[in-house]
């Protein structure tokens, strides 16, 4: 089981918590705040998290005279309700408001409410008596009197529920054990195998066969792959298998789209998300191995029974660069890997390969219905029609949810017609399945689509649809139809489809010019790319290019390539193996050249100047980025995001220049960088990063201006030794100025700012004045050595 614990807390004397299954259940916790969270409930997150239950805090539901919506919805969506009656529990009306809910819940959705009885006596709160009582008379007022029966209807209903009386538990940490235990029977019988509501059809008998294989009794360490093509389910039976077994390990994670991520991040910054997550806590990451803690971390492993889920694996070095050898883990430990390439899994160590078979008539029948009638078999009527179907789609399990989308709330006629047009279609494959969606969409859902799949799968939705509204699209409205139409999915904000729906997009796209691929509105392709910059093919049909640059040779371009692309909207030359590291990239005759690994550069005749870039971007990422500012005729007033990592600008565009509509801008490690544009330049930035820019000397503004500024990165920036006062960044949430070791007046800061990082700076002194920056949480002053006095006990924040 992996639970997600979001905290409600406040400044007043209520609080609770909550527990999120990744199958959307929830476990709710109801308590009087101060009178048990420093104590017991402390001591309860820690034994959750021994039980790889990961906890989350969240202080934004704002606490008021009712409950807010957010907390009704999570009250609503709980399957299992803890409510800890305390000494004082009874004084809260918002503490008994919240438990009214929770009692109607469970009357009418079948709710599990389990009261813990605090220091308290279960008598006493049944008949509200003795100090109980006490706590509820003390709500006094006109305003209780109407709520007085609701609220005491509610403490008897929940006291007469068998529950846990704290005095007959000694010492206490077994109480805690006992409460663990209930929750996690509670929450992972509720997810039992042979549940089919999550529409996880025919997936019992699979998980049994590959619990058996896993061999969980056994001290030996045991890799086992889940092998099959895509889409037949080899991920969503990893999860399954996964949350029904992790609790009986010390430590566990979950890496989800491992070929993906590592497409975008480095071996190494993967590595450590999961060593972090098997200690359960973070490990400072600086970019450079620290063998001192890789040494602890494998040690530490080795002593470990650990569980670890690699899903969809590409390369067999990715295994063992990510998890090491048998030999790593300590006796009992299980990696589960999945992959479409059996090859794959038996080069990466596998001790065996399970197969994922297709569902079989019947589990594909149920499955189908599930999503086109919303129930477990179709009517008389439509029972044809739905084996058809069936064969068509063929055990696919992606192919029959798409498909039985479509076809839901169609009448007959409609579902012949459609089976009229499968039977029409070429050789039958599922990419024509899922392609009937597709043609059902207007045509800006299309494009929209199109782009997903060519250009923005796995990236985060709000960004996304801020980018695509820039390019003139309806995107919420259209991202929300992709949704229910079962082309695209949203985890973690993130958007994402299944691979085959992205190659059916990109085949689509491809059709359209078979015979001149440089000429498609989307290239992605690294071949094609690799031509139409070389070559000087571009045309302007050209809408979006997505180049992992790591998969081409050396590519000399020319100063020109770009002139003809004139509808060009988004260019992204990236690197996977991104290391932000100063010594990547060397300077060499003229001819920019990256030492390890490759970046684009000119051919020696341009001396590293670009001429052009159409107007029309509104997104630019390049790493390695080798002109020493951008285009000057260029006119950025159109460009949303605007991503230069390791680039070799040493001042980024001319005073005639204005990004009107950038709002996020990253810099990162351009050593080069002298100095940035006015900041007024940039009226709707939201996020600056400029970590690592090391020759960078000042920021400046020259007029006050309505900044839009959320988050700013000046990490590293070691040459930095004057900047524009940050009050007037009157939106300002985040700023660290981290290993700026000129700077040594502190920040004049806004009252907006939560976070202040100076840690490795030269500040000699911190002002009285800090204690009026009310919104301030948190500062960070690690290793200030000109440091002379601290005054905590006078700022009223946490400082480290």
């Known amino acids: 089981m992996r639970c997600t614990i979001y905290s409600i807390y406040s400044k007043g004397p209520t609080g609770g918590f909550s527990l999120r299954r990744q199958c959307n259940c929830l476990d709710l916790l109801s308590f009087r705040g101060r009178d048990v969270r420093d104590g017991f409930l402390s001591h309860l997150f820690h034994a959750l998290r021994q039980k790889q239950i990961v906890t989350f805090k969240d202080e934004n539901l704002e606490r008021g005279d009712e409950i807010s919506p957010a907390l009704l919805r999570v009250i609503e969506e709980s399957h299992v309700a803890l409510v800890i009656f305390s000494e004082n529990y009874a ?29 308290v006596d279960p008598t006493d709160v049944q008949e509200l008596t003795g100090s109980f009582a006490e706590a509820f008379k003390g709500l006094v007022g006109e305003e209780f009197m109407s709520k007085m029966d609701s609220w005491s209807n509610a403490i008897r209903e929940t006291a007469e529920v068998s529950g846990f009386d704290s005095q007959n538990f000694r010492p206490e940490s077994k109480l805690i054990e006992e409460v663990v235990s209930l929750i996690h029977k509670t929450v992972n019988h509720a997810f039992s195998y042979g549940s089919i509501d999550d529409g996880l059809i025919g997936i019992g008998s699979r998980l049994t066969d590959i619990e058996s294989k896993l061999c969980i009794g056994s001290k030996d360490v045991w890799f086992l792959g889940i092998w099959g093509m895509g889409g037949i389910g080899k991920t969503t039976i990893a999860r399954k298998i996964y949350a029904q077994i992790c609790s009986k390990f010390e430590s566990a994670y979950f890496v989800a789209n491992v070929r993906e991520r590592l497409e975008k991040y480095t071996l190494d910054d993967l590595q450590h998300e999961i060593q972090s997550q098997l200690l359960l806590k973070e490990i400072p990451n600086s970019g450079r191995p620290n063998i001192h803690v890789s040494s602890f971390i494998w040690k530490w492993m080795k002593r470990k029974k650990v569980i670890i889920v690699l899903d969809d694996v590409s390369d067999p070095e990715q295994i063992e660069l990510l998890i090491g050898k048998h030999e790593t883990y300590g006796p009992g430990s299980r990696v589960i890997m999945t992959s479409r390439d059996k090859q794959i899994l038996m080069n990466g160590g596998a ?67 459609q089976l009229e047009k499968l039977n029409a279609m070429a050789d039958n494959k599922i990419q024509n399945v ?20 060519c250009f923005f799968k796995g990236e985060d939705r709000d960004n996304t649809e801020s980018l695509l509204r820039s390019c003139g699209f309806n995107a919420i409205i259209g991202i929300r139809i992709l949704l229910n139409k079962a082309l695209i999915t949203i985890s973690e904000n993130k958007l994402d489809m299944h691979d085959l729906l992205q190659q059916m997009g990109r085949d689509i796209v491809r059709e359209k010019c078979i015979e001149e691929p ?61 290391y932000p590291k100063e010594e990547l990239y ?84 351009s050593v080069k960088l002298i100095r ?20 960078l000397v000042e920021i400046r503004s020259t007029r006050l201006y309505d900044s839009e500024l959320r988050h700013l990165n000046l990490e590293s920036c070691r040459s930095l030794c004057y900047f524009s006062s940050f009050l007037y960044m009157e939106r300002l949430d985040f700023l660290s100025l981290e290993d700026c070791s000129n700077i040594t007046d502190f920040p004049k800061i806004p009252r907006s700012l939560r976070c202040l990082v100076l840690n490795k700076t030269a500040v000699k002194q911190v002002p009285l004045s800090i204690k009026h920056c009310s919104q301030l949480t948190k500062l960070e002053m690690k290793s200030c050595t000109s440091l002379q006095s601290l005054l905590e006990q006078y700022w009223g924040v946490a400082t480290s």
């Open 91 to 119: 004084n809260s009306p918002w503490c008994l408001d919240e438990l009214v809910k929770i009692v109607d819940c469970k009357k009418r959705m079948g709710q599990i409410v389990v009261p813990i009885f605090y220091h």
């Open 351 to 417: 001790d065996e390969i399970c197969e994922v078979e297709e569902l079989d008539y019947g589990e594909a029948l149920q499955l189908l219905s599930l999503h086109a009638f919303k129930q477990h078999s179709p009517s008389d009527e439509y029972t044809e029609l739905a084996r058809k179907v069936v064969a068509y789609a063929k055990g696919i399990p992606l192919a029959l949810k798409v498909l039985g989308s479509t076809l839901h709330n169609k009448n007959i006629r409609e579902w012949e017609d």
């Open 434 to 453: 899922l392609k009937i969606s597709y043609d059902e969409l207007d045509y800006m859902e299309k494009e929209i689509f199109l782009d997903i799949a």
């Open 518 to 578: 440089w000429n498609c509105s989307r290239l992605w392709v690294p071949q094609d790319i690799y031509n139409v910059l070389t070559k000087d093919l571009g045309a302007i049909s050209v809408e979006s290019i997505s180049l992992d640059i790591s998969k081409t040779g050396d590519i000399n371009l020319i100063s020109t390539v770009f002139t003809r692309m004139k509808r060009l909207r988004l260019l992204k030359f990236y690197n996977p193996y991104y």
């Open 586 to 669: 060397n300077s060499c005759n003229g001819v920019i050249r990256i030492l390890q690994p490759r970046y684009l550069c000119w051919q020696q005749h341009t001396r590293g100047l670009l001429n052009f870039l159409p107007d029309e971007l509104r997104y630019l990422y390049w790493y390695g980025y080798p002109s020493k500012s951008l285009p000057l005729k260029f006119c950025p007033k159109n460009l949303v995001q605007l991503h230069l990592i390791h680039s070799h600008v040493e001042q980024l565009c001319t005073k005639y220049q204005c990004f009107e509509s950038l709002k996020l801008m990253d810099l990162s490690y």
């Open 676 to 695: 940035i544009a006015d900041l007024s330049k940039f009226p709707k930035l939201e996020i600056l990063h400029l970590r690592g820019c090391t020759s």
